[in-house]
């Protein structure tokens, strides 16, 4: 079986740490990163101040995404998941393979919204936002 949740929050915004923290606990458990599809710096677009803008899905391959959580999902078991045993195990989830899909703009494409079974938004207070940044 399996199970993919999503995680959505801004920048430094506990997604990440969630997801690692998930993966020691469940077994068969991998992650997928937003962060890791950004593109290359000469690729992304700069605005009329000469800022790059990095919190737009343009600055993403995004079709790369989608292909990368639909290779896990096709051959969960061939991914990778399984590198060490996981700590405090749920020992009724050891037949299911459990993708975590962490990012800042998830929910802002199209084609993601067929994937996950579960979804979740995290927010924190802006101050703590603005302190972690």
């Known amino acids: 079986e399996l199970f993919t949740m999503f995680f959505n929050s801004v920048t430094n915004g506990g997604k990440t740490t969630l997801a690692e923290k998930l993966k020691n606990m469940l077994p068969n458990c991998d992650i997928i990163s937003q962060d890791d599809f950004f593109k290359p710096e000469s690729e992304v677009e700069t605005d009329e101040h000469g800022f790059k ?8 391959y995004m079709d790369e ?9 096709k051959s969960p078991a061939s991914s ?10 749920c ?11 962490e990012g800042f703009l998830l929910y802002n494409y199209e084609p993601l919204n067929d994937l996950w079974n579960r ?11 603005k302190r972690r940044r």
């Open 91 to 101: 020992d009724n989830l050891e037949n299911v393979y459990i993708l975590i899909v």
């Open 119 to 129: 979804r979740y938004f995290l927010t924190l207070p802006y101050e703590e936002c």
């Open 65 to 73: 995404m989608v292909t990368s959580i639909h290779n896990w999902m």
């Open 80 to 89: 990778g998941v399984v590198t060490e045993e996981p700590q405090n195990t």
């Open 53 to 60: 803008l990095y919190d737009v899905l343009d600055a993403l």
